[in-house]
């Protein structure tokens, strides 16, 4: 018996729902509006450094449109942020501009290796190659002492803790962090992650491993503040990117090592990007349900995998959802339902700047095919 | 003087050696081309970035990732660093022109970026590579400030291919004939039309794809064109019609 919407919601995530059942609309990533936003009075940049603020802009897109989850963060920098890297806040919304705090300094980055001074610019550039190489393969990441307290994990958790107190038995709260890999592309020079993941994987294995006990962590506390579900996003580790080999050999049993850790509320694996090769992959990876992008094709990979909890997959960005009209963004939806999705949900963080009249649009098609056929 | 069947053999290493992504073989094949006197414009084009583009059909049908891609190009670089600087200048062939590239503000993904700045450079342009997570402000500064042929911005994150159109407005209120590429993960070639850049990789995703593609393109435009035509002529436009057939 389904009472309301966070119980339609928690019920498709455990693979519960049954035909009949309402098809929810929710996402465990960034879902945000300028909107809801501005309609708070706070500006842009606030919201991913105030716990209040946070949580509101979270709950706007409930309480403005009928979402079905509140999910915090919004930006990819807070796990990275509180191993050591530095993240840029901007604040740009006078200009027209909307612009998410942004790593700008890795724990392991190009900018951070000296030089000498008279070398060309290629001898230079082996130089810092080198030099990135070696702190790669010689360095062993470390947990803060005391992670609630570490850069903006606690604001995070206090956010989870506001949505949960003020909303908590109407909507799921949902929070979320990068997967292993792709975290591990965020405190480390990227480019270096992928070759060494070809030429010394046992170097990234090891850094993997560090992550995936820093993860479990991070998430566990989130679980602990209140979130209903998680979502981990693993989209460095797409086929836009990886090789599926690489995917089962390198990504796979970190993911399955942290799914198997994450105890309590359902979990979710997302990878954007090309999903196509790797949807089997991701099905063994130990989470509840899989989330895909506008890449993948949802028809197929229902047949593929008809057992398994699929949340996808419209495109949250340029046409139609941000620049098309109410009735494309009817037959998206359309779209999304009748090619098999378990719930209707966006490929990647909503982009903000989503015209009202079509996250009404959106909210609206649901009561026309929101309907559980499987 | 080296003989044919000796430079055929060098343009070989040097092609394999990319696509192997074997740098030590790519530099031992470069040092040879200058060794016996080799035309270091055609070592390069001929053999670096022909291997290049085997890479990018590589990549196209899935054999090759972006590890191996980046594995080549480091591979790539190891025989341009040393041939470069024997290029004669003053190259009938060479394409003679200047980009400014750079990754959008609130957007440190580079890897893209720097393979497209790659192609450019083996065919010949001076590049000014803004870097990363650069204010839009800076794209035109620097356009003005170099009289630049084309400015190419990159964007890895949905969310931050937002303020592209902003920097495409403002080159153009400057010089409305100006050549603007935008390229990125979410980047496809309708947002490029509707927000007024002269092109972008036609199929979104892989804007790797459409970086690798490029370097057919400028290897054709190198032999097709004379310095004067290209200058004057060339354009985004014409090297992505190009790359489409």
């Given at each position: 018996m389904?009472n ?19 098809v ?6 960034g879902s945000?509006?300028?909107y809801?936003?501005?309609q ?23 309480r403005?449109?009928g ?25 740009k ?10 790593m ?18 290629a001898?230079?550039?082996t ?10 393969t010689?360095?062993e ?22 949505l949960?107190?003020e ?10 962090t990068?997967g292993?890999?792709?975290e591990l ?30 993860l479990?962590k991070?998430?566990?506390?989130y ?11 693993e989209m460095?580790a797409?086929?836009s990117?990886l090789s599926?080999?690489?995917f ?5 049993p ?5 799914f ?33 992008d ?5 028809n ?7 057992n ?26 359309k779209?999304s339902?009748?090619?098999g999705?378990d719930a ?6 909503i ?9 009404k649009?959106?909210?609206?098609a649901?009561k026309k095919?929101?309907?559980?056929s499987? | ?13 040097l092609k394999?050696?990319?696509i ?9 094949a ?8 080799m ?10 970035a022909?291997?290049?583009d ?8 899935g054999?090759y ?13 190891g025989?341009l660093?040393?041939l470069r600087?024997h ?12 980009v ?12 893209g ?15 000014h590579?803004?870097g990363?997570d ?12 170099t009289?630049?042929?084309i400015v ?11 303020g ?5 407005e ?11 590429m ?11 039309q ?5 092109g972008?990789?036609k199929?979104a995703p892989?804007?790797l ?18 310095t ?9 436009d ?6 489409k057939?």
């Amino acid at each position: 018996m389904v009472n309301n919407s966070k119980d339609t919601v928690m019920k498709v995530l455990r693979g519960d729902a049954t035909r009949g059942d309402p098809v929810p609309n929710f996402s465990g990533m960034g879902s945000i509006t300028l909107y809801g936003i501005q309609q708070l009075g706070y500006r842009f940049n606030e919201i991913h450094v105030d716990a209040r603020k946070m949580a509101d802009a979270a709950a706007s897109t409930y309480r403005l449109f009928g979402f079905e989850s509140a999910v915090v963060p919004f930006d990819m920098g807070v796990v990275a942020e509180s191993l050591g890297a530095a993240v840029k806040y901007y604040d740009k919304a006078d200009q027209g501009q909307i612009i998410y705090p942004t790593m700008t300094r890795k724990v392991i980055d190009r900018a951070n290796v000296n030089v000498p001074e008279g070398l060309s610019e290629a001898d230079a550039k082996t130089f810092v190659m080198k030099e990135i190489e070696r702190q790669i393969t010689d360095y062993e990441l470390r947990m803060p002492p005391d992670i609630a307290h570490t850069g903006r994990i606690p604001v995070v958790l206090e956010a989870i803790r506001i949505l949960k107190r003020e909303l908590g038995d109407a909507v799921a709260v949902g929070s979320w962090t990068l997967g292993p890999f792709t975290e591990l592309g965020q405190v480390m020079d990227l480019e270096f992650l992928l070759k060494m993941s070809a030429k010394k994987p046992d170097v990234v294995k090891r850094h993997l491993s560090f992550m995936v006990d820093y993860l479990e962590k991070v998430l566990s506390l989130y679980v602990e503040a209140g979130a209903d579900f998680v979502t981990v996003r693993e989209m460095g580790a797409t086929s836009s990117i990886l090789s599926p080999r690489m995917f089962k050999s390198l990504v796979l049993p970190a993911l399955q090592d942290l799914f198997g850790r994450i105890k309590g509320v359902p979990r979710v694996l997302h990878i954007c990007g090309d999903t196509n090769p790797i949807v089997e992959l991701m099905a063994e990876s130990g989470a509840d349900a899989l989330s895909v992008d506008q890449m993948n094709r949802l028809n197929e990979t229902r047949a593929r995998l008809p057992n398994v909890v699929l949340l996808g997959n419209y495109k949250p960005f340029g046409a139609p959802f941000c620049e098309g009209t109410p009735e494309e963004v009817d037959a998206m939806i359309k779209e999304s339902i009748e090619q098999g999705a378990d719930a209707v949900w966006p490929g990647c963080d909503i982009w903000p700047v989503v015209p009202v009249e079509n996250m009404k649009a959106m909210m609206e098609a649901m009561k026309k095919y929101g309907v559980n056929s499987r | 003087m080296a003989t044919p069947e000796q430079q055929a053999d060098i343009l070989e290493r040097l092609k394999n050696g990319v696509i192997e992504y074997d740098e030590d073989s790519v530099v031992a094949a470069s040092r040879e081309a200058l060794d016996v006197g080799m035309d270091a414009y055609k070592a390069v084009m001929d053999g670096l970035a022909a291997g290049m583009d085997v890479v990018g059909e590589y990549f196209a049908k899935g054999e090759y990732f972006v590890p191996e891609v980046l594995m080549c190009a480091d591979a790539l670089y190891g025989g341009l660093n040393l041939l470069r600087p024997h290029i004669k200048m003053d190259a009938e062939k060479m394409i003679k022109g200047t980009v400014v590239i750079g990754t959008v503000e609130g957007d440190i993904h580079d890897i893209g970026k720097n393979l497209v700045k790659m192609m450019f450079e083996v065919a010949g342009f001076t590049v000014h590579d803004l870097g990363r997570d650069v204010p839009l402000d800076q794209f035109v500064d620097k356009y003005l400030e170099t009289d630049a042929d084309i400015v190419c911005m990159s964007a890895m994150m949905t969310t931050t291919m937002i303020g592209m159109p902003v920097v495409i407005e403002k080159v153009r209120a400057k010089n409305p004939r100006a050549k603007i590429m935008i390229g990125g993960a979410p980047i496809n070639e309708d947002i490029a039309q509707k927000w007024g850049a002269d092109g972008t990789g036609k199929d979104a995703p892989n804007a790797l794809q459409e970086a690798l593609n490029m370097i057919g393109v400028l290897r054709e435009l190198s032999d097709q064109f004379k310095t004067e035509r290209v200058q004057k002529e060339w354009g985004a436009d014409g090297l992505l019609d190009a790359s489409k057939t």
